[in-house]
């Protein structure tokens, strides 16, 4: 009977323990904090990254993204390195859409990374929801570039 009883009151303390890690609450708290951060420095300036009045390219590329996105973190370099290659010849634009909701909604966002081309009028040429590699993205711009 006493061993019944102590495994049982292992079993018990094993299960509280695991209830208090999966609550994902340090995950939480951590995003929580990145998020308000990055709308601290964000919106420390009033202006919004995208004017679609005023857009300067024959083609911009808005990335949809958001600090705690972790997709959107492996998108970010290659989304960097194609405005690198064609600086000049296309705009590229990026929106925390926590900072930006109503950019987000304008454009329907739903879930991210999203990718939209743009006109120089602000009309959508194309847009890709989710993660897209390096080849994927350049096949995403590739119709609309002329090298």
Known sequence: MKMLKSLLMAMVAVAGLSMASCGGNADSKDNAEAKTEAQAEETSTDKAPLDLDNLKAD?????FNAVWCGPCKQFAPIFEAAAEKYAGKIDFVEVDIDNYPELA???GVEAIPMVVLLDSNGNVVNQNVGFMDADQFEMFLSGKIEE
């Open 105 to 107: 909604e304008h454009f």
């Open 59 to 63: 083609l911009t590329v808005v990335d």
